[in-house]
């Protein structure tokens, strides 16, 4: 089995409740009972007879919210096909037949959110088909999910009496079930054969627990068909769905983590509420901890050694970085400046992941958290900094995620870290010597990525512009929009200021994925240059600000949004760079800043350098769709007394549009295609082009790149709790 990047989960979602809280496992107002459960990348589970099961299902112990769906993820058809269920009828993920208890997820999996209670029902369920003993935890399958990736359930299920041994890869299954007292078995990629499909039937039916932990069939990394050999060589009353259940209502981040308390009162004994592995992150403190495992550069699991209670075992994404993944399905080469080749990318990722291992196998580790970034990102993992010994004196002084950078390892995943602009600067100096990842990078080779015409522009989830009294309308709706003709874009050239009603550089609109039906019809990132271009005459990069909330923001978007707008200005030979800091060493880098919606205030040095850099010569263009603060966007333009405004209402095309009315296209607009003369770092063409991805984010984000794969393998990003970052050679701080 593949990995599959697991959540853990910070925040559940509130809806109808059956029992227990109305909330996470801290708001429970009934202190019997575990509050929640979040179930990281789920099926769903069957009657016996393959079809959906009843409402009223005697073996259903925990249903989903009435707000979750199940879909066929990997779009398998025939025998490995999903089999839908109906609106009205709720979806089973755990099931219990006399001692076999059966979950739809891997739900104590390391690196799982414990604060949930998950690790509680788990023990209860041992409890309920065991009571003690000994539990074989089976790895002769081929699970991906093994002993290892459950040390931490395991070391609390043997502070509460068990013995779990596990198997080997090697291990004789069958004969270990003649000592045992219980079994796991988990996700098994290969099939069990007839004779262990009995011994496993004649161990259940002679008293012994078993405990069968499925897992969605997102990548197709599930192995359905091999388990419901084994419950139906058991007679069970259940069998396992081929498909994946996504809540995009009760969830612990994202839809594919549904989060749930619809549990059945016939199985009261599993939620009892226990003393379990939750474990509530202070992060102002610095913890230490060893480096159980790890996953590739940017990715460590950890255990953090506690008093009087086990330890605590979570996955860490290390902060501000972003190294190449190992395996294709995650990997976006537009996020390297310069590098086009998926299989060099692939080749980096597993150099960094060697080593990341030479560096922090077994070592003994400081972790500490960025004030600007949440404790956990959106796929569960711990968001941190990392510092350990790296020439052997003993003082854990170096800080990882930036050595990482300054060595080529890694690119700046861009956020609102706080060391993100100091890590910028380590990146450029990397890439001007060819380091690592960057010994293939050459942006002058990238070619035009996009005709160079504005002919037919997206204005995605539009707003109407209001141009005052010195604004110039550049854009308008078509005249069968629902404010027709109504002005999309202006400029205030006095003020050296642009404001475009939609979010023209967000790469959702790019993407294998996107909502639109044809990318490359619409000019929106050529409409954008042109706009910069009737602006200005500098030379230099192309600046975003990042540092005003528009990491995760709904209504924004951070350079980490717009990779492909990033590649399309290198076929311009123009660099893209994020700061989050805006004074004028910074903004004499460039020749425009994108400012999109911003979430969080300016201080006044900040407009005064922006006022500064517009009058003399900068240009400065604001982005704002519908879902922005209007007034925060407006108050803005004022300080820099432009006087173009966001107006009010939306605006939507029933006719012309890339495939939904609130994604309006026109061809009205007074912009030309962009003449850049190539420009970085202040416009003297030379130097580095700057910019560049669990944790996960691991705060988090709208999801992007792991968006798309549901926690697809080795997939990371929009991990970042709400910020991330870029630092320079010689210097841990």
């Known amino acids: 089995m593949q990995r599959r990047n697991f959540l853990g989960a910070v925040g559940a979602g509130a809806g109808a409740l059956a029992v227990g809280s109305t909330g996470a496992r801290a708001e429970s107002t009934n ?58 009828r709720p979806i089973p993920l755990v099931g219990v037949d006399g001692g076999v208890v059966g979950f739809g997820a891997p739900t104590v999996q390391n690196g799982t959110d414990f604060t949930f209670g998950n690790e509680e029902v788990v023990l209860n369920a041992l409890d309920r088909v065991a009571g003690s003993g000994t539990v074989v935890f089976d790895e002769t399958h081929g699970q991906f999910y093994d002993a290892e990736k459950h040390t931490a359930f395991i070391q609390y299920a043997e502070s509460n009496g068990y013995a779990v041994e596990a198997t080997g890869a090697d291990g004789d299954f069958a004969g270990a079930l003649s000592t045992a007292d219980a079994a796991i078995v988990t996700s098994p990629s290969e099939g069990f054969s007839a004779p262990e499909r009995d011994a496993l039937a004649t161990f259940v039916a002679n008293g012994g627990g078993l405990l069968v932990f499925h897992q969605s069939d997102f990548g197709d990394f599930d192995a359905t068909g091999n388990l419901n050999e084994v ?322 923001a709904e209504e924004s978007v951070c350079a980490e949004d717009a990779a492909f707008f990033q590649r399309y200005l290198e076929g311009l030979d123009v660099g893209f760079t994020q700061y989050n800091t805006l004074s004028m060493g910074e903004l004499a880098r460039g020749r425009a800043v994108i400012v999109s919606a911003p979430t969080e205030a300016y201080d006044g040095d900040e407009l005064a350098a922006l006022r500064r850099y517009a009058r003399g010569g900068g240009a400065v263009v604001v982005l704002a769709d519908r879902t922005a603060d209007r007034a925060r966007v407006n108050d803005l333009l004022a300080s820099l007394d432009a006087e173009i405004r966001v107006g009010s209402g939306v605006v939507d095309d029933p006719r012309s549009n890339a495939g939904r009315p609130d994604l309006p296209v026109t061809s009205d607009t007074g912009i030309d295609p962009p003449e850049f003369e190539g ?29 798309g794969g549901h926690g697809a393998p080795g997939g990371d990003e929009r991990e970042h709790g709400n910020a991330t970052g870029r630092g320079a050679a010689g210097s841990d701080d």
């Open 31 to 88: 202190s019997d009972r575990i509050g929640r459960l979040v179930f990281d990348s789920t099926a769903s589970l069957l009657g016996a007879d393959g079809t959906p099961a009843a409402a009223d299902a005697e073996f259903v112990a925990v249903r989903a919210e009435s707000t979750a769906v199940n879909v066929n993820e990997d779009g398998n058809g025939g025998a490995e096909a999903a089999v839908d269920y109906p609106d009205d």
């Open 231 to 552: 419950a139906a060589a058991l007679d069970l009353g259940f069998r396992f769905n081929d498909d994946q259940v996504i809540d995009e209502t009760n969830n612990a981040g994202v839809g594919f983590v549904p989060t749930t308390d619809r549990f059945d009162a016939d199985y009261a004994g599993l939620f009892a509420n226990r003393p379990g592995l939750g474990f509530e992150v202070d992060p102002s403190r610095t913890y230490t901890a060893e480096v159980v495992r790890v996953t590739d550069g940017d990715t460590v699991d950890v255990r953090i050694p506690r008093d009087g209670v086990p330890d605590y075992f979570d996955t860490v994404r290390l902060l501000g970085i972003d190294t190449p993944e190992t395996v294709a399905g995650p990997e976006l080469p537009a996020e390297w400046e310069g590098i086009d080749s998926l299989e060099y990318l692939l080749s980096t990722g597993a150099a960094a992941e060697a080593w990341a291992v030479d560096q922090l196998a077994g070592a003994t580790v400081e972790l500490s958290f960025d004030p600007e970034e949440g404790v956990r990102g959106n796929f569960g993992r711990l968001l941190c900094y990392l510092r350990y010994d790296a020439d052997g004196d003993g003082a854990r002084d170096t800080l990882y995620n930036r050595r990482a950078i300054a060595e080529g390892y890694a690119r700046v995943y861009d956020s609102g870290l706080t060391r993100h602009d100091a890590f910028v600067e380590i990146e450029r100096v990397a890439r001007k010597r060819g380091l690592g990842v960057w010994a293939e990078s050459d942006v002058d080779a990238a070619p035009p990525t996009q005709p160079s015409r504005v002919r037919d522009v997206l204005f995605p989830k539009a707003v109407p512009v209001d141009p005052g009294e010195g604004g110039e309308v550049i854009a308008r709706a078509a005249s069968s929009a629902s404010r027709p003709n109504a002005p999309l874009a202006a400029v205030d050239e006095d003020a050296g200021v642009a404001l475009v009603g939609a979010q023209t550089v967000d790469e959702d609109y790019d993407e294998a994925d996107t909502p639109i039906d044809d990318p490359s019809a619409y000019d929106y990132f050529q409409f954008t240059a042109g706009v910069i271009g009737a602006l200005t005459e500098r030379a230099g990069e192309v600046l975003i600000d990042g540092g005003h909330g528009q990491f995760a």
């Open 679 to 707: 420009g970085e770092d202040g416009g003297e063409g030379e130097g580095e082009s700057g910019r560049e991805n669990e944790g996960e984010s691991e705060g988090e984000r709208k999801g992007r790149r792991a968006r």
